[in-house]
């Protein structure tokens, strides 16, 4: 029996699939399934990827030796029937989680990969910089032995649209009431940091914005 394709989506987004990144992600899923075709998403955040070092190692032996969670997310991809390379734009570049993992491909890249299969790139940005990352993400998709077909490109500020805006109006006033009871210098350090739980670094502006998926 046929085994139904797969799709493997790489998403360099901190805010997973909550975020801007991952909803245009589940858009090509749903039209992936319309087709038949399966989707996987794997969210970097909840992976362990450490630094590439520089030292070469790769380029002799083929393989990086850092033992982490890189080797297991560049196999899937070799093993996918399709690859998605989705990143949102941070400083006019992808997020440091996907030039980390980019990085820690180097052996592959210096490698002519033996497939030749469909890839796509996904950027999503506030307002510039979503197509020149997008192009960037095309050019690496034969590191993973993909070619592209195109790119999917947004632009959107807040993870959630409409929905986080109106949302954003309520929680800005919790905030104004738990600073209210504070005074003198150092009142902004004593802030309390609330997150979305989505990461356990999430930045204290998405609180305002997010919920999980
Ligand atoms: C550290 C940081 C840097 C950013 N740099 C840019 C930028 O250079 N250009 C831009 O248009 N948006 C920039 N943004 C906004 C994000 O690209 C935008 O909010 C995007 O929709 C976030 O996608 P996500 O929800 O999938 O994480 C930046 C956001 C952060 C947190």
Redesign the pocket.
Known sequence: MDKTPVVVAVNG???MGA????MMLAMIGAELQRLGLGLEIIHLTDHRIEYCVGCGHCLERGRCWIPDDHAAIVERLLAADAVVLAS?????HVTAQTKTFLDRSLALGHKPRPTWKPGLAVS??????ETAVAAYLEGLLRVYGAFPVGSLTAL??V?GGSWARRRSRRVPRTWRATWRGRSGSGAATRRPRPTCGTTPSCPRWCATTMTRS
Do not use: W
């Open positions: 987004s901190p805010h975020g801007n990144t991952g949102p734009v941070y400083f006019f999503v940005s506030a307002g510039s910089g959107a500020t993870p």
